[in-house]
């Protein structure tokens, strides 16, 4: 397919010997630019503010050279990193709690590209699945308001992109986890991973990606999820909401049993209310952990994943998963980007010992 796989020249064969516990699915590497800007700068790009909708690279472009006039408090206009929701949960598992994590995807052979590569290794993340194609990397403008709130602007239109028909079940042998974010565009390669997924006795997680990709594309979602191969599915809020628009309660709760009734797992964050989950039975509602105001809430529902599936792949209890969310996803919001910096990963295992919670063994990093 024109295709050249990285791996073997850029992690130690011992990250090859064993898969990964954990796999995360994304077929276009993404590098986020994020910046704080005012309101007047999200007053003027189209959508609405706190979603995430694609735009053409002219859109894009014009987006970071308006950047430049409309930041405020930081020396350097714009943060520059590897990104994509899956990507900065795998990247939250292996870097901030020792699981071994893997990515799928392809990225393109340009400094975007290269840039994705070594952020994804340098931080631990196995990437002898992620393939090297000709032409460009999918890019994101993250535009973070005074509060924190942050607004995506995605360009994949002229992205490499790994296809369905590239995916094997070798790829998949042997992990525990495939870890996956709704899109319309990539709906064939999702439905492609997740049958292959069960074929390997793989359990698949579910990220909802946001409210506009909810509202715009609710049909084949609530196909995804009724499928009944969705194990654990993740929603924020807003896109809760608009999961069962439409029906006659549609508030977080009515969501979170909806999605319950699918899904093993089911967790609908709440922002600095918490989150409440249901596994089964069981019904938890959890308080956030740590201070609510956020820098930049960027990362912050993708970190809170990593948490919750360290908690799952550690055997603990549904509060006690939804807990070390809390502090993973508290610690991405304390900086701009969804890169936890090494300050607040010790943020992090701080809170997590505070609260009786098993702390990763990552001696490099713990306190």
Known sequence: MGAEALGAQVLPKKDEQAPPLILGLQPSALVDHVARVDWSLLQQIPGEGGGSMPVAIEELEH?????????FGDPSPIKTMAGGSVANTIRGLAAGFGVTSGIIGACGDDEQGQLFVRNMSTNEVNISRLWMKKGHTAQCVCLVNAVGNRTMRPCLSNAVRLQ????TRENFRGSKWLVLRFGIYNLDIIHAAVRIAKQEGVSVSLDLASFEMVRNFRAPLLELLESGYVDLCFANEDEAVEVVRGKQDTDPEAALEYLAKHCQWAVVTLGSNGCIAKHGNEIVRVPAIGDAQATDATGAGDLFASGFLYGLVKGLSLEDCCRVGSCSGGSVIRSL?????PENWQWMYKQMGI???????LCNKCP
């Open 63 to 71: 987006i970071l050279s308006e950047v430049k006039t409309h930041t």
């Open 164 to 167: 369905a028909d590239e995916l």
């Open 337 to 341: 980007g969804g890169d936890v910096t």
């Open 355 to 361: 609260n009786g919670l098993p702390v990763p063994a």
